[in-house]
């Protein structure tokens, strides 16, 4: 090498070409074929199906979403209290569905650090707008203000006496 044997080698100073740098323990077979499947847009089921559960589940919240904008605000008459019921009884067949897919998705994923937990409804509901309770159980009187108000303000009292006699 140091007599120059190797200068004139077509290529020389430009990096390899894409085709050889591929896994070494997979034959040039599997390469080739892998590599048609991934130009043409194949996937492995588990990530096809990982786009079809994360899109479920977006548009199940897009659909929760819109349901809570068209009732308005708190408290709900009786029809729109039965509305959201009925869109959270949607919701929760949705997300039943969802986390069966999320099972087979579970057993074929190579990686167990790509593994899905569960979609639970009432967290999802949370996120949306919170879960609605019937409209007399929403509407605190100002009776019941005030006997929150004056608990607070004698348990600060104590608090503060303590603090002050330790």
């Known amino acids: 090498m140091a007599r120059g044997e190797f200068n004139d080698l077509p290529g020389k100073g430009k990096p390899f070409s894409p085709t050889t740098q591929h896994n070494p323990y997979i034959d040039s077979m599997t390469y080739r074929m892998n590599k048609m499947l991934i130009d043409n847009g194949f996937l492995p089921e588990w990530l096809m199906l990982e786009k079809e559960i994360r ?52 057993m074929i994923v190579p990686y167990l650090n790509k593994q899905l937990v569960h979609y ?42 303590f603090k002050k006699a330790s």
């Open 55 to 106: 899109q479920n589940v977006r548009e199940a919240r897009e659909e929760l979403q819109l349901a809570r904008l068209k009732l308005g605000a708190e408290p709900f008459a009786e029809v729109e209290l039965r509305q959201w019921n009925s869109a959270k009884d949607n919701l929760t067949t949705l997300l039943a569905r969802v986390n069966k897919q999320i099972d087979k998705y579970n």
């Open 120 to 161: 639970n409804v009432d967290t999802e509901i949370s996120k949306v707008g919170g879960d609605v309770a019937p409209k007399h159980q929403i509407r605190n009187t100002p009776q019941q203000n005030s006997d929150h108000t004056n608990t607070m303000s004698l348990l600060n009292l104590f608090s503060f006496i």
